[in-house]
Protein backbone atom coordinates (compact mmCIF):
# COMPACT_ATOMS: atom_id res chain seq x y z
CA UNK A 1 0.00 0.00 0.00
CA UNK A 2 1.46 3.23 -1.12
CA UNK A 3 0.70 6.81 0.61
CA UNK A 4 1.55 9.89 -1.57
CA UNK A 5 1.53 13.23 0.26
CA UNK A 6 2.04 16.24 -2.41
CA UNK A 7 3.16 18.42 0.49
CA UNK A 8 5.51 17.89 3.08
CA UNK A 9 4.76 18.04 6.49
CA UNK A 10 6.82 18.60 9.99
CA UNK A 11 8.92 15.83 10.46
CA UNK A 12 7.22 14.49 13.88
CA UNK A 13 4.08 14.09 12.20
CA UNK A 14 5.55 12.24 9.30
CA UNK A 15 7.71 9.68 12.02
CA UNK A 16 3.93 9.45 13.84
CA UNK A 17 2.35 8.50 10.82
CA UNK A 18 5.36 6.12 9.69
CA UNK A 19 5.45 4.12 13.29
CA UNK A 20 1.71 3.84 13.58
CA UNK A 21 1.52 2.34 10.21
CA UNK A 22 4.21 -0.12 9.33
CA UNK A 23 2.49 -1.87 6.71
CA UNK A 24 2.33 1.49 4.34
CA UNK A 25 5.26 3.05 2.41
CA UNK A 26 4.82 6.77 2.65
CA UNK A 27 6.14 9.56 0.45
CA UNK A 28 6.05 13.43 1.45
CA UNK A 29 7.09 15.74 -1.45
CA UNK A 30 6.38 19.21 -1.82
CA UNK A 31 5.39 18.87 -5.77
CA UNK A 32 4.59 16.23 -7.65
CA UNK A 33 6.60 13.50 -9.24
CA UNK A 34 4.74 11.72 -11.84
CA UNK A 35 7.06 8.32 -10.91
CA UNK A 36 5.49 8.47 -7.45
CA UNK A 37 2.23 9.47 -8.28
CA UNK A 38 1.83 6.54 -10.97
CA UNK A 39 1.76 3.72 -7.74
CA UNK A 40 0.28 5.79 -4.99
CA UNK A 41 -2.63 3.79 -4.32
CA UNK A 42 -3.73 7.03 -2.04
CA UNK A 43 -2.89 10.56 -2.38
CA UNK A 44 -3.29 13.19 0.09
CA UNK A 45 -3.33 16.76 -1.10
CA UNK A 46 -3.94 20.37 -0.56
CA UNK A 47 -6.49 20.11 -3.88
CA UNK A 48 -4.65 22.47 -5.63
CA UNK A 49 -2.13 20.63 -7.27
CA UNK A 50 -4.10 18.11 -9.45
CA UNK A 51 -4.78 18.21 -13.39
CA UNK A 52 -6.69 15.52 -15.66
CA UNK A 53 -3.12 14.26 -17.01
CA UNK A 54 -2.20 13.33 -13.36
CA UNK A 55 -5.31 11.30 -12.74
CA UNK A 56 -4.59 9.40 -16.06
CA UNK A 57 -1.09 8.93 -14.67
CA UNK A 58 -2.01 7.92 -11.12
CA UNK A 59 -3.49 4.56 -12.38
CA UNK A 60 -3.52 2.87 -8.93
CA UNK A 61 -5.28 5.69 -7.57
CA UNK A 62 -8.37 4.72 -5.93
CA UNK A 63 -9.02 7.45 -3.00
CA UNK A 64 -7.77 11.11 -2.88
CA UNK A 65 -7.61 12.25 1.08
CA UNK A 66 -8.16 16.73 0.74
CA UNK A 67 -6.78 18.49 3.61
CA UNK A 68 -8.53 21.45 2.87
CA UNK A 69 -12.12 22.16 2.74
CA UNK A 70 -12.43 23.13 -1.03
CA UNK A 71 -12.23 21.21 -3.61
CA UNK A 72 -12.81 23.95 -6.56
CA UNK A 73 -9.45 23.46 -8.64
CA UNK A 74 -9.66 19.45 -8.91
CA UNK A 75 -10.22 17.87 -12.16
CA UNK A 76 -13.36 17.11 -11.12
CA UNK A 77 -14.57 15.11 -14.01
CA UNK A 78 -11.72 12.94 -14.40
CA UNK A 79 -11.99 11.93 -10.91
CA UNK A 80 -15.66 10.74 -11.06
CA UNK A 81 -15.06 9.03 -14.39
CA UNK A 82 -12.35 6.55 -12.37
CA UNK A 83 -14.93 6.10 -9.23
CA UNK A 84 -11.86 7.28 -7.13
CA UNK A 85 -13.30 8.23 -3.24
CA UNK A 86 -12.60 11.72 -2.24
CA UNK A 87 -12.59 12.63 1.17
CA UNK A 88 -11.65 16.01 2.88
CA UNK A 89 -11.04 17.72 6.05
CA UNK A 90 -14.68 18.86 6.62
CA UNK A 91 -14.95 20.73 9.89
CA UNK A 92 -11.63 21.48 10.73
CA UNK A 93 -12.11 25.23 10.66
CA UNK A 94 -14.71 25.22 13.34
CA UNK A 95 -12.75 25.59 16.33
CA UNK A 96 -10.13 28.12 15.49
CA UNK A 97 -12.59 30.21 13.34
CA UNK A 98 -14.78 30.54 16.08
CA UNK A 99 -12.26 30.95 18.42
CA UNK A 100 -11.12 34.16 16.48
CA UNK A 101 -14.45 35.42 16.59
CA UNK A 102 -14.81 35.34 19.95
CA UNK A 103 -11.53 36.79 20.16
CA UNK A 104 -12.19 39.77 17.89
CA UNK A 105 -15.74 40.30 19.96
CA UNK A 106 -13.64 40.06 23.25
CA UNK A 107 -10.69 42.69 22.31
CA UNK A 108 -13.49 45.07 21.27
CA UNK A 109 -15.35 44.79 24.53
CA UNK A 110 -12.59 44.86 26.55
CA UNK A 111 -11.04 47.66 24.82
CA UNK A 112 -7.84 46.13 23.73
CA UNK A 113 -7.02 47.74 20.62
CA UNK A 114 -7.12 50.98 23.04
CA UNK A 115 -4.53 49.03 25.62
CA UNK A 116 -2.28 48.35 22.22
CA UNK A 117 -2.08 51.55 21.12
CA UNK A 118 -1.16 53.30 24.28
CA UNK A 119 1.48 50.75 24.85
CA UNK A 120 3.13 51.58 21.66
CA UNK A 121 3.25 55.04 22.72
CA UNK A 122 4.12 54.21 26.66
CA UNK A 123 0.91 55.64 28.10
CA UNK A 124 -0.52 54.57 31.28
CA UNK A 125 -3.98 55.03 30.20
CA UNK A 126 -7.05 53.81 32.23
CA UNK A 127 -9.94 55.07 29.72
CA UNK A 128 -10.71 52.72 27.57
CA UNK A 129 -14.32 52.71 28.61
CA UNK A 130 -14.53 48.93 28.63
CA UNK A 131 -17.71 47.48 28.50
CA UNK A 132 -18.61 43.86 29.02
CA UNK A 133 -19.71 40.95 26.62
CA UNK A 134 -22.62 38.88 29.00
CA UNK A 135 -25.88 40.31 28.72
CA UNK A 136 -25.17 40.77 25.03
CA UNK A 137 -27.95 39.59 21.98
CA UNK A 138 -25.97 37.90 19.00
CA UNK A 139 -27.47 37.38 15.44
CA UNK A 140 -25.62 34.51 13.93
CA UNK A 141 -26.69 34.07 9.78
CA UNK A 142 -25.67 30.91 8.64
CA UNK A 143 -25.71 28.88 11.97
CA UNK A 144 -23.89 25.40 10.49
CA UNK A 145 -21.37 23.70 12.24
CA UNK A 146 -19.33 27.08 12.57
CA UNK A 147 -22.40 28.40 13.74
CA UNK A 148 -22.89 26.12 16.34
CA UNK A 149 -19.72 26.38 17.62
CA UNK A 150 -19.78 30.16 17.73
CA UNK A 151 -23.27 29.79 19.50
CA UNK A 152 -21.74 27.49 22.43
CA UNK A 153 -18.91 29.95 23.04
CA UNK A 154 -21.53 32.52 23.03
CA UNK A 155 -23.91 31.23 25.22
CA UNK A 156 -21.23 30.17 28.02
CA UNK A 157 -20.63 33.92 28.35
CA UNK A 158 -24.23 34.59 28.91
CA UNK A 159 -25.36 35.56 25.20
CA UNK A 160 -29.20 34.69 24.25
CA UNK A 161 -28.32 33.67 20.66
CA UNK A 162 -30.35 33.92 17.71
CA UNK A 163 -29.84 31.88 15.07
CA UNK A 164 -30.86 32.62 11.02
CA UNK A 165 -31.14 29.61 8.47
CA UNK A 166 -32.73 29.08 5.86
CA UNK A 167 -35.77 27.34 7.15
CA UNK A 168 -36.20 28.81 10.06
CA UNK A 169 -35.66 25.02 11.82
CA UNK A 170 -34.61 24.91 15.56
CA UNK A 171 -30.59 25.10 15.30
CA UNK A 172 -28.04 24.08 18.44
CA UNK A 173 -26.92 26.52 20.95
CA UNK A 174 -29.27 28.71 19.30
CA UNK A 175 -31.73 30.22 22.04
CA UNK A 176 -33.91 31.25 19.22
CA UNK A 177 -33.70 30.26 15.31
CA UNK A 178 -35.57 32.56 12.41
CA UNK A 179 -35.81 32.44 8.25
CA UNK A 180 -33.25 34.33 6.19
CA UNK A 181 -35.69 36.19 5.11
CA UNK A 182 -36.71 37.42 8.26
CA UNK A 183 -33.43 39.40 8.85
CA UNK A 184 -35.00 43.11 8.87
CA UNK A 185 -36.97 41.78 12.03
CA UNK A 186 -33.71 40.47 13.59
CA UNK A 187 -31.29 43.05 13.11
CA UNK A 188 -32.87 45.55 15.58
CA UNK A 189 -32.52 43.25 18.36
CA UNK A 190 -28.79 42.16 18.22
CA UNK A 191 -25.60 43.68 19.68
CA UNK A 192 -23.38 41.57 17.63
CA UNK A 193 -24.41 40.37 13.86
CA UNK A 194 -22.00 37.73 12.63
CA UNK A 195 -22.33 36.46 8.69
CA UNK A 196 -20.65 33.09 8.34
CA UNK A 197 -22.85 32.05 5.02
CA UNK A 198 -21.30 30.61 1.76
CA UNK A 199 -21.42 32.05 -1.40
CA UNK A 200 -24.51 31.81 -3.61
CA UNK A 201 -26.50 33.76 -5.56
CA UNK A 202 -29.54 34.42 -2.57
CA UNK A 203 -26.23 35.85 -0.53
CA UNK A 204 -24.57 38.38 -2.87
CA UNK A 205 -25.20 41.64 -1.87
CA UNK A 206 -27.99 40.27 0.82
CA UNK A 207 -27.33 42.66 3.14
CA UNK A 208 -27.80 46.39 1.92
CA UNK A 209 -27.84 49.65 3.41
CA UNK A 210 -31.04 49.73 4.68
CA UNK A 211 -30.29 46.43 6.94
CA UNK A 212 -27.50 48.91 8.70
CA UNK A 213 -29.92 51.42 9.11
CA UNK A 214 -31.66 48.56 11.25
CA UNK A 215 -28.50 47.49 13.19
CA UNK A 216 -28.36 49.49 16.93
CA UNK A 217 -25.52 52.01 17.19
CA UNK A 218 -23.73 49.41 19.56
CA UNK A 219 -23.65 47.11 17.11
CA UNK A 220 -20.35 45.28 16.07
CA UNK A 221 -20.64 43.35 12.15
CA UNK A 222 -18.72 40.78 11.44
CA UNK A 223 -18.43 38.99 8.08
CA UNK A 224 -16.18 35.86 8.10
CA UNK A 225 -18.42 34.35 5.48
CA UNK A 226 -18.26 35.62 1.82
CA UNK A 227 -16.97 38.78 0.88
CA UNK A 228 -19.31 39.85 -1.28
CA UNK A 229 -22.31 39.61 1.20
CA UNK A 230 -21.93 43.41 1.51
CA UNK A 231 -20.87 45.54 -1.71
CA UNK A 232 -17.56 47.37 -0.32
CA UNK A 233 -18.90 51.01 -0.79
CA UNK A 234 -22.40 49.89 1.56
CA UNK A 235 -20.19 48.67 3.68
CA UNK A 236 -17.78 52.03 4.05
CA UNK A 237 -21.05 53.85 3.52
CA UNK A 238 -22.71 52.64 7.05
CA UNK A 239 -19.46 53.01 8.52
CA UNK A 240 -18.67 56.34 7.71
CA UNK A 241 -21.91 57.36 8.93
CA UNK A 242 -21.15 55.45 11.71
CA UNK A 243 -24.88 53.85 11.69
CA UNK A 244 -23.09 50.91 13.67
CA UNK A 245 -20.15 50.53 16.56
CA UNK A 246 -17.63 49.18 14.28
CA UNK A 247 -17.42 46.23 11.52
CA UNK A 248 -15.00 43.21 11.67
CA UNK A 249 -13.92 41.68 8.36
CA UNK A 250 -12.37 38.47 7.69
CA UNK A 251 -13.76 37.86 4.06
CA UNK A 252 -13.71 40.92 1.10
CA UNK A 253 -15.05 41.38 -2.44
CA UNK A 254 -11.56 41.96 -3.49
CA UNK A 255 -8.86 39.87 -1.77
CA UNK A 256 -5.64 41.12 -0.78
CA UNK A 257 -7.64 44.44 -0.22
CA UNK A 258 -6.22 46.99 -2.49
CA UNK A 259 -4.11 49.15 -0.65
CA UNK A 260 -6.50 52.19 -1.92
CA UNK A 261 -9.37 51.12 -0.75
CA UNK A 262 -11.28 53.21 2.00
CA UNK A 263 -11.58 50.62 4.44
CA UNK A 264 -8.30 50.77 5.37
CA UNK A 265 -8.18 54.38 6.40
CA UNK A 266 -11.64 53.94 9.08
CA UNK A 267 -11.02 53.42 12.52
CA UNK A 268 -14.06 51.76 13.12
CA UNK A 269 -13.20 48.18 11.08
CA UNK A 270 -10.82 45.51 11.52
CA UNK A 271 -9.18 44.17 8.59
CA UNK A 272 -8.69 40.54 8.93
CA UNK A 273 -6.97 39.08 6.12
CA UNK A 274 -8.86 36.24 5.69
CA UNK A 275 -7.05 34.04 8.44
CA UNK A 276 -9.59 33.65 11.00
CA UNK A 277 -9.56 29.37 10.55
CA UNK A 278 -5.78 29.50 9.63
CA UNK A 279 -3.91 27.52 12.49
CA UNK A 280 -0.48 25.88 13.55
CA UNK A 281 -2.40 22.98 14.34
CA UNK A 282 -4.03 22.53 11.09
CA UNK A 283 -2.08 19.87 9.71
CA UNK A 284 -1.49 17.75 12.87
CA UNK A 285 -5.67 18.05 12.54
CA UNK A 286 -6.25 16.81 9.47
CA UNK A 287 -4.13 14.03 9.83
CA UNK A 288 -6.35 13.30 12.95
CA UNK A 289 -8.99 12.77 10.69
CA UNK A 290 -6.75 11.03 8.07
CA UNK A 291 -5.42 8.33 10.67
CA UNK A 292 -8.61 6.36 11.26
CA UNK A 293 -10.08 7.06 7.58
CA UNK A 294 -6.20 4.80 6.48
CA UNK A 295 -7.18 2.37 9.57
CA UNK A 296 -10.72 1.98 8.03
CA UNK A 297 -9.19 1.63 4.23
CA UNK A 298 -6.34 -1.05 5.48
CA UNK A 299 -8.87 -3.87 6.73
CA UNK A 300 -10.46 -3.28 2.96
CA UNK A 301 -13.28 -1.09 4.48
CA UNK A 302 -13.74 1.92 1.96
CA UNK A 303 -16.94 3.50 4.07
CA UNK A 304 -14.32 6.27 5.18
CA UNK A 305 -15.54 9.64 6.90
CA UNK A 306 -16.17 13.07 5.09
CA UNK A 307 -16.48 11.56 1.61
CA UNK A 308 -17.54 14.31 -0.92
CA UNK A 309 -19.95 14.14 -4.01
CA UNK A 310 -17.08 15.35 -6.01
CA UNK A 311 -19.29 17.09 -9.15
CA UNK A 312 -21.83 18.50 -6.91
CA UNK A 313 -18.94 19.89 -4.48
CA UNK A 314 -19.31 19.05 -0.96
CA UNK B 1 -35.88 57.48 55.03
CA UNK B 2 -33.64 59.62 53.83
CA UNK B 3 -30.57 58.09 51.17
CA UNK B 4 -27.25 60.26 50.87
CA UNK B 5 -25.23 59.21 47.64
CA UNK B 6 -21.89 60.90 47.62
CA UNK B 7 -21.56 60.32 43.87
CA UNK B 8 -22.95 61.58 41.24
CA UNK B 9 -24.39 58.86 38.39
CA UNK B 10 -26.63 58.81 35.15
CA UNK B 11 -29.49 60.73 35.55
CA UNK B 12 -31.75 57.38 34.04
CA UNK B 13 -30.32 55.23 36.75
CA UNK B 14 -31.20 57.79 39.52
CA UNK B 15 -34.80 58.11 37.87
CA UNK B 16 -35.10 54.51 38.31
CA UNK B 17 -34.17 54.50 41.54
CA UNK B 18 -36.59 57.21 42.69
CA UNK B 19 -39.44 55.29 40.59
CA UNK B 20 -38.77 52.14 42.15
CA UNK B 21 -38.74 53.75 45.93
CA UNK B 22 -41.52 56.45 46.10
CA UNK B 23 -41.25 56.34 49.59
CA UNK B 24 -37.34 57.13 49.68
CA UNK B 25 -35.83 60.24 49.64
CA UNK B 26 -32.36 60.42 47.46
CA UNK B 27 -30.01 62.84 47.44
CA UNK B 28 -27.12 62.74 44.89
CA UNK B 29 -23.79 64.71 45.46
CA UNK B 30 -20.61 64.32 44.13
CA UNK B 31 -19.26 65.56 47.11
CA UNK B 32 -19.89 65.31 51.03
CA UNK B 33 -22.26 68.17 52.31
CA UNK B 34 -22.57 67.94 56.46
CA UNK B 35 -26.16 69.15 56.51
CA UNK B 36 -27.11 66.60 54.38
CA UNK B 37 -25.00 64.29 56.15
CA UNK B 38 -26.70 65.26 59.38
CA UNK B 39 -29.95 63.42 58.51
CA UNK B 40 -29.10 60.52 56.23
CA UNK B 41 -30.22 56.91 57.35
CA UNK B 42 -28.21 55.43 54.44
CA UNK B 43 -25.33 56.31 53.06
CA UNK B 44 -23.74 55.26 49.93
CA UNK B 45 -20.24 56.02 48.86
CA UNK B 46 -17.42 54.65 46.88
CA UNK B 47 -15.44 54.35 50.00
CA UNK B 48 -13.14 57.27 49.76
CA UNK B 49 -14.49 60.31 51.10
CA UNK B 50 -15.52 59.48 54.48
CA UNK B 51 -13.48 60.22 58.17
CA UNK B 52 -13.97 60.38 61.86
CA UNK B 53 -16.00 63.58 61.53
CA UNK B 54 -18.37 62.63 59.07
CA UNK B 55 -19.35 59.18 61.13
CA UNK B 56 -19.62 62.07 64.13
CA UNK B 57 -21.97 64.40 61.67
CA UNK B 58 -24.25 61.14 60.45
CA UNK B 59 -25.86 61.22 63.67
CA UNK B 60 -28.82 59.00 61.92
CA UNK B 61 -27.04 56.61 60.04
CA UNK B 62 -27.05 53.24 60.39
CA UNK B 63 -26.14 51.91 57.29
CA UNK B 64 -23.35 52.37 54.72
CA UNK B 65 -23.41 50.64 50.83
CA UNK B 66 -19.61 50.45 49.82
CA UNK B 67 -19.79 50.67 45.86
CA UNK B 68 -16.85 49.48 45.66
CA UNK B 69 -14.67 46.14 46.61
CA UNK B 70 -11.93 47.85 49.56
CA UNK B 71 -12.68 49.92 52.72
CA UNK B 72 -8.75 50.89 53.36
CA UNK B 73 -9.79 54.42 53.33
CA UNK B 74 -12.49 54.27 55.69
CA UNK B 75 -13.07 55.39 59.29
CA UNK B 76 -13.37 52.02 60.28
CA UNK B 77 -13.15 51.83 64.07
CA UNK B 78 -15.64 55.16 64.36
CA UNK B 79 -18.34 53.10 62.19
CA UNK B 80 -17.72 49.90 64.20
CA UNK B 81 -18.12 51.50 67.45
CA UNK B 82 -21.67 53.05 66.28
CA UNK B 83 -22.24 49.56 64.88
CA UNK B 84 -23.27 50.99 61.86
CA UNK B 85 -23.81 48.00 59.25
CA UNK B 86 -21.31 48.18 56.12
CA UNK B 87 -21.97 46.03 52.85
CA UNK B 88 -20.15 45.90 49.47
CA UNK B 89 -20.63 45.01 46.48
CA UNK B 90 -18.54 41.46 46.50
CA UNK B 91 -18.24 39.88 43.30
CA UNK B 92 -18.80 43.29 41.21
CA UNK B 93 -15.92 42.74 39.54
CA UNK B 94 -15.89 38.59 38.39
CA UNK B 95 -17.31 39.11 34.95
CA UNK B 96 -15.47 41.74 33.65
CA UNK B 97 -12.26 40.82 34.95
CA UNK B 98 -12.91 37.00 33.60
CA UNK B 99 -13.65 38.48 30.37
CA UNK B 100 -10.68 40.27 29.91
CA UNK B 101 -8.15 37.73 30.79
CA UNK B 102 -9.96 35.38 28.04
CA UNK B 103 -9.95 38.62 25.86
CA UNK B 104 -6.14 38.65 26.02
CA UNK B 105 -5.80 34.81 25.88
CA UNK B 106 -7.54 34.82 22.90
CA UNK B 107 -5.95 37.66 21.17
CA UNK B 108 -3.03 36.21 21.23
CA UNK B 109 -3.71 33.17 20.49
CA UNK B 110 -5.37 33.79 17.49
CA UNK B 111 -2.96 36.96 16.35
CA UNK B 112 -4.56 39.82 16.95
CA UNK B 113 -2.15 42.17 17.97
CA UNK B 114 -0.37 41.17 14.69
CA UNK B 115 -3.42 42.08 12.91
CA UNK B 116 -3.67 45.04 14.43
CA UNK B 117 -0.34 46.55 13.80
CA UNK B 118 -0.30 45.27 10.36
CA UNK B 119 -3.49 47.12 9.12
CA UNK B 120 -1.66 50.42 10.78
CA UNK B 121 0.23 49.76 7.71
CA UNK B 122 -2.13 48.69 5.13
CA UNK B 123 -0.69 45.34 5.28
CA UNK B 124 -2.37 42.16 4.10
CA UNK B 125 -0.12 39.51 5.40
CA UNK B 126 -1.98 36.28 6.30
CA UNK B 127 1.23 34.74 8.03
CA UNK B 128 0.39 35.19 11.69
CA UNK B 129 0.71 31.83 12.99
CA UNK B 130 -2.49 31.70 14.62
CA UNK B 131 -2.36 29.17 17.25
CA UNK B 132 -5.26 27.74 19.47
CA UNK B 133 -6.95 27.49 23.00
CA UNK B 134 -8.60 24.52 23.01
CA UNK B 135 -6.86 21.69 23.84
CA UNK B 136 -4.43 23.77 26.41
CA UNK B 137 -4.11 23.16 29.87
CA UNK B 138 -4.27 26.41 32.40
CA UNK B 139 -2.63 26.96 35.94
CA UNK B 140 -5.44 29.02 38.06
CA UNK B 141 -3.43 30.80 41.38
CA UNK B 142 -6.40 31.76 44.00
CA UNK B 143 -9.48 30.50 42.74
CA UNK B 144 -11.85 32.44 44.32
CA UNK B 145 -15.14 34.00 43.11
CA UNK B 146 -12.81 35.49 40.00
CA UNK B 147 -10.94 32.20 39.38
CA UNK B 148 -13.93 29.77 39.19
CA UNK B 149 -15.32 32.41 36.19
CA UNK B 150 -11.96 32.25 34.26
CA UNK B 151 -12.39 28.48 34.89
CA UNK B 152 -15.66 28.31 34.04
CA UNK B 153 -15.19 29.98 30.68
CA UNK B 154 -11.54 27.85 30.02
CA UNK B 155 -13.18 24.86 30.48
CA UNK B 156 -16.31 25.82 27.56
CA UNK B 157 -12.97 26.28 25.89
CA UNK B 158 -12.17 23.10 26.24
CA UNK B 159 -9.27 23.86 28.69
CA UNK B 160 -7.99 21.98 31.35
CA UNK B 161 -7.96 23.87 34.32
CA UNK B 162 -5.67 23.24 37.38
CA UNK B 163 -6.19 25.36 40.66
CA UNK B 164 -3.96 26.12 43.44
CA UNK B 165 -5.48 27.70 46.77
CA UNK B 166 -3.85 27.34 49.96
CA UNK B 167 -6.08 24.18 51.22
CA UNK B 168 -5.73 22.56 48.02
CA UNK B 169 -9.22 21.23 48.44
CA UNK B 170 -11.18 20.81 45.07
CA UNK B 171 -12.65 24.25 43.72
CA UNK B 172 -15.52 25.34 41.36
CA UNK B 173 -14.81 25.07 37.83
CA UNK B 174 -10.99 23.20 38.18
CA UNK B 175 -10.15 19.83 36.92
CA UNK B 176 -7.84 19.74 39.33
CA UNK B 177 -7.23 21.65 42.40
CA UNK B 178 -3.53 21.63 44.65
CA UNK B 179 -1.95 23.58 46.82
CA UNK B 180 0.03 26.96 46.52
CA UNK B 181 2.52 25.50 47.76
CA UNK B 182 3.02 22.99 45.24
CA UNK B 183 3.18 25.67 42.47
CA UNK B 184 6.42 24.23 41.60
CA UNK B 185 5.34 21.05 40.36
CA UNK B 186 2.35 22.87 38.51
CA UNK B 187 3.83 25.06 36.43
CA UNK B 188 5.31 22.75 34.27
CA UNK B 189 2.23 21.24 33.23
CA UNK B 190 0.40 25.25 32.06
CA UNK B 191 -0.03 26.91 28.87
CA UNK B 192 -1.72 29.49 30.78
CA UNK B 193 -0.88 30.42 34.20
CA UNK B 194 -3.27 33.30 35.49
CA UNK B 195 -2.29 34.40 38.95
CA UNK B 196 -5.93 36.60 40.81
CA UNK B 197 -4.10 36.36 44.16
CA UNK B 198 -4.35 39.25 46.23
CA UNK B 199 -1.40 40.91 48.23
CA UNK B 200 -0.64 39.23 51.31
CA UNK B 201 2.99 38.73 53.27
CA UNK B 202 3.01 34.88 51.74
CA UNK B 203 2.35 36.27 47.88
CA UNK B 204 4.85 38.86 47.81
CA UNK B 205 7.50 37.69 45.57
CA UNK B 206 6.06 34.98 45.79
CA UNK B 207 6.76 34.08 42.04
CA UNK B 208 10.51 33.66 41.48
CA UNK B 209 13.34 33.82 38.65
CA UNK B 210 13.18 29.91 39.06
CA UNK B 211 9.51 29.85 38.51
CA UNK B 212 9.72 31.34 35.41
CA UNK B 213 12.61 28.46 34.49
CA UNK B 214 9.80 26.08 35.61
CA UNK B 215 7.75 27.40 33.14
CA UNK B 216 6.73 25.95 29.60
CA UNK B 217 8.60 28.17 26.54
CA UNK B 218 4.97 28.74 25.16
CA UNK B 219 3.48 29.79 28.14
CA UNK B 220 1.62 33.41 28.68
CA UNK B 221 2.17 34.33 32.22
CA UNK B 222 -0.59 36.77 33.41
CA UNK B 223 -0.49 38.40 36.61
CA UNK B 224 -4.48 40.23 37.34
CA UNK B 225 -3.92 39.98 41.28
CA UNK B 226 -1.13 42.27 42.78
CA UNK B 227 2.04 43.71 41.37
CA UNK B 228 4.09 42.52 44.00
CA UNK B 229 3.28 38.85 43.19
CA UNK B 230 6.91 39.11 41.17
CA UNK B 231 9.51 41.40 41.55
CA UNK B 232 9.42 43.62 38.34
CA UNK B 233 13.21 43.16 37.62
CA UNK B 234 12.96 39.14 37.77
CA UNK B 235 9.85 39.52 34.92
CA UNK B 236 11.92 41.66 32.76
CA UNK B 237 14.74 38.95 32.98
CA UNK B 238 12.40 36.20 32.79
CA UNK B 239 11.25 38.04 29.63
CA UNK B 240 14.18 39.25 27.73
CA UNK B 241 15.94 35.67 28.26
CA UNK B 242 12.59 34.23 26.28
CA UNK B 243 11.78 31.28 29.19
CA UNK B 244 8.32 31.96 28.53
CA UNK B 245 6.49 32.91 25.25
CA UNK B 246 4.50 36.41 26.93
CA UNK B 247 3.11 37.91 29.79
CA UNK B 248 -0.05 39.83 30.28
CA UNK B 249 0.26 42.23 33.23
CA UNK B 250 -2.58 44.48 34.57
CA UNK B 251 -1.02 44.83 38.26
CA UNK B 252 2.56 46.39 38.76
CA UNK B 253 5.20 47.11 41.87
CA UNK B 254 5.02 50.70 40.92
CA UNK B 255 1.95 52.11 39.73
CA UNK B 256 1.27 53.72 36.65
CA UNK B 257 4.09 52.00 35.86
CA UNK B 258 6.93 54.83 35.32
CA UNK B 259 8.18 55.70 31.59
CA UNK B 260 11.36 54.86 31.61
CA UNK B 261 10.45 51.28 32.58
CA UNK B 262 11.99 48.45 30.90
CA UNK B 263 8.64 46.78 30.22
CA UNK B 264 7.23 49.43 27.74
CA UNK B 265 10.37 48.36 25.63
CA UNK B 266 9.39 44.52 25.48
CA UNK B 267 7.39 42.76 22.59
CA UNK B 268 6.38 39.83 24.41
CA UNK B 269 4.75 41.65 27.19
CA UNK B 270 1.14 43.41 27.21
CA UNK B 271 0.62 46.10 29.75
CA UNK B 272 -2.74 46.72 30.71
CA UNK B 273 -2.80 50.10 32.73
CA UNK B 274 -4.65 48.07 35.95
CA UNK B 275 -8.05 48.39 34.48
CA UNK B 276 -9.23 44.82 33.99
CA UNK B 277 -12.19 45.18 35.95
CA UNK B 278 -13.35 48.69 34.92
CA UNK B 279 -16.58 48.39 32.73
CA UNK B 280 -19.09 51.06 31.55
CA UNK B 281 -21.88 48.85 33.62
CA UNK B 282 -20.19 49.01 36.93
CA UNK B 283 -22.43 51.86 38.51
CA UNK B 284 -25.51 49.77 36.96
CA UNK B 285 -24.66 46.28 38.57
CA UNK B 286 -23.58 48.15 42.18
CA UNK B 287 -27.24 49.15 41.93
CA UNK B 288 -27.98 45.83 40.98
CA UNK B 289 -26.95 44.81 44.48
CA UNK B 290 -28.28 47.58 46.06
CA UNK B 291 -31.88 47.56 45.43
CA UNK B 292 -32.88 43.87 46.93
CA UNK B 293 -31.09 45.12 50.14
CA UNK B 294 -32.64 48.36 50.21
CA UNK B 295 -35.98 46.65 49.85
CA UNK B 296 -35.51 44.87 53.31
CA UNK B 297 -33.98 47.82 54.66
CA UNK B 298 -37.38 49.47 53.85
CA UNK B 299 -39.29 46.37 55.62
CA UNK B 300 -36.99 46.26 58.74
CA UNK B 301 -35.26 43.72 57.60
CA UNK B 302 -31.30 44.48 58.25
CA UNK B 303 -29.83 41.02 57.45
CA UNK B 304 -28.54 42.40 54.14
CA UNK B 305 -26.18 40.88 51.28
CA UNK B 306 -22.62 41.33 51.33
CA UNK B 307 -22.22 42.78 54.90
CA UNK B 308 -18.70 42.74 56.49
CA UNK B 309 -16.68 43.13 59.10
CA UNK B 310 -15.22 46.36 59.17
CA UNK B 311 -12.79 45.95 61.19
CA UNK B 312 -11.37 42.97 59.93
CA UNK B 313 -12.02 44.16 56.51
CA UNK B 314 -13.64 41.68 54.40
Known sequence: MKVYFTFNSRPDLQQQLIEHFPKVEFTFHSRIENEVLAEADVLVTYGEDLND????????????????????KMPRKAIADRNIIVSNVRGIHKKPMAESIIAHILSLKRSLPYIYNNQQNKIWDKKGNPTELNGSTALIIGPGAIGAEIGRLLQAFEVYTIG??????DAPFMNETHRISDLAQQLPK?????????????????????????????????????????????????????????AVLDVFEVEPLPYDNKLWELDNVTISPHCSSHSSRYLERSLEIFKPSLEKWLKGDTDIENQMDILRGY
Do not use: C
Open 53 to 72: EHIKIAKNLKWIFVASAGIE
Open 190 to 246: ADIVISILPSTEETTHMIKYEHFQLMRENAIFMNFGRGNLVETDVLIRALEEKLIYH
Open 164 to 169: LNRSGE
